[in-house]
């Protein structure tokens, strides 16, 4: 590849975003058999402290030569000293992510979305719900919200996964477990051996548990279907259509609302969201 | 303003405006005509300019190419680790596109909306736009509209000048040429070596050429009441018979898309050689299936008729919705002409308009 006729970029998201900002994965942690962490820091220290983010941001993240995919930054923002992506193998790219060690480069380019929307659940009672890989944005806001523990009323967390091996974050689940000041309430969806916790879907375990309405938001991640029940059980539990909050996917390309694809009706998914409430969801074109 | 460019000075005209800038104009190739970089040297003249005929694809190409380098990179590797150098394509060379129509020039200005002034900026067509002088060529009869044209829905005729900077009118055994906006004056005053002084008389023949282009528009095709699209393709939105019934003879071929002035999709990829490589940016169709086909397998336009609903919902009702109301249909036409099963997107639009009347 010939690069006479160019010239070196200045690698500055604001002026043109279609350029990354390169960096170096820090640590690679295996989640679980197919989810992998990657810790990734930018080299250019002016790059990486010009590089903030609200909760719920995402970023593509790129290898030279094979190609980007779009993922959640799922560290909190208060974390400096990486970004952290969990990446599931499901396609070309995240193949590749897969193999890589620490001290690879990687290109990062964001961040992009629109993130949560903080502001309005200051005050009131928190339920996230996490069904697998749906675990990485909700990490980000949770981390966020322990951060500013204050801020909020009630936080309570239900996070699901097919099986103990399929939990990631594995690691910090006793220490929030633990806390007092956090209701976290594990469940897989079939029995196994020496597990402590719930067993059973999650939107099951939803209605049992039965979190009040009042005063309360809640932020659901997870697979299409999970998604779909868990929405469902909110509502029978009176949950309005402002307060329930989710994370889209779609396929994207440039992540800046230019290439077309990621479009529901009017909204671009990479622009516009990832993050929608339900009543925004509802005005949307049935096209998910 | 106005100047005169007699029919046998149009050559030396366009040959000289290559001292300033790189000159893009329509060219005979076979059945089409299409937009060529002229680059004359003394060896080897330009090829021919065709005005005579429209051009059978847009100039989208021209600010837009088909295939372009987004950012090339390159990896070395020594004891202190691995490096990655990243690079940026060169600002462009001023240039001028002559003798596009004033739907393909719409469509430049239905694309600004987005890539311009949207919330990110794309810096490789906003800088090509910069450089870029529209010189447009108005439709008179005999030279433009015909059955397939249907620019009079959106106004995209030639007494409007979105995006044009100049709009030359065949008229009297040459062209009237008049500067629409600012760029362009200046460019004709640099330019106006082989050209004579307009008057009043060529300036009414020229302008009595294009309304008589434009009544036949309007005669021949009236145009449906285009603010109801928006609502009545969303009230429709689930009507999948309807949907079925429009994209029931569609092969998914995207030609449609490519022709198109104003389709500005595109896919990234990447490609290595040894050490080195680029992120590549291309034209994308959302016809192709595997547009929005995501990794887990899940498709959500599976089908061609979601897919054809989504092109003719993004021009008759988001893009509407998202710009005052503005179209991103031009009515160029191209997609009508050049469809292999005879798609008619006007066709589309009535059949969704009756049926959500019933």
Known sequence: ?288 | MSYFLPHDRLESWLDDLERTHRVFAPTAEGRGVVFRRRKPTAESPAAPVCLERRPTESARHVLFPRSEVLLAFRSAHDESGTRVEVFEQEAPAPQVIVGLRACDAKGFAVMDRVYMHGRYADPLYTARRKATVMAVLACVPGNGPDNACFCHWFASGHEEHDAADIVLTPASGGFLIAPVSDKGAEFMESHAGYLEQGNEELENAAAAQRLAAREFLEKHCPAPALSKTETAIMRQFGNSMLWETIGEPCLACGVCTHLCPSCYCFTITDETRGNAGARIRSWDTCLNAGYTLEASGHNPRAAKAQRLKNRIAHKFAYYPALHMGKSSCVGCGKCIRSCPVGVDIRAAVFRVLAADEE
Request: a negative charge.
């Open chain 1, 1 to 288: 590849m010939n690069v006479t006729g160019m010239r070196p970029s200045a690698a500055d998201f604001s002026v043109n975003p279609f350029v990354p900002y390169v960096g170096t994965v820090l640590d690679v942690i295996e989640e679980t058999p197919a989810i992998k962490t990657f810790r990734v820091c930018l080299d250019e220290r002016e790059a990486w402290e010009r590089f903030t983010f609200i909760p719920g941001q995402v970023a593509q993240l790129s290898i030279f030569g094979v190609g980007e995919a779009t993922f959640v930054i799922n560290s909190p923002p208060s974390c400096r000293d990486y970004l952290q992506f969990s990446v599931m193998r499901a396609g070309e790219v995240t193949n590749r992510l897969h193999g890589l060690s620490v001290g690879d480069k990687v290109g990062v380019r964001g961040p992009l979305g629109n993130g949560f929307n903080v502001e309005p659940m200051k005050g009131k009672n928190i339920f996230f719900v996490g069904g697998g890989i749906g675990m990485a944005p909700l990490r980000t806001l949770f981390l966020h919200m322990l951060d500013h523990r204050n801020d909020f009323g009630a936080i309570s967390l239900l996070y699901g996964a097919r099986s103990p091996q399929d939990l990631s974050y594995s690691y910090e689940l006793p220490q929030w477990l633990e806390r007092a000041d956090l209701s976290v309430t594990l469940t897989i969806d079939r029995e196994a051996p020496d597990w402590p916790h719930r067993v059973g879907l999650i939107p099951h375990v939803l209605a049992d548990l039965a979190p009040s309405p009042d005063n309360a938001v809640a932020i659901v991640c997870g697979p299409p279907i999970m998604i779909r029940f868990t929405v469902e059980a909110l509502q029978k539990l009176g949950f309005g259509p402002h307060d329930i909050v989710t994370t889209l996917e779609r396929r994207m390309k440039c992540g800046i609302g230019l290439c077309g694809r990621c479009n529901i009706g009017t909204k671009y998914v990479c622009v516009d969201g990832p993050v929608f409430t339900l009543a925004e969801l509802q005005s949307l074109p049935d096209e998910l």
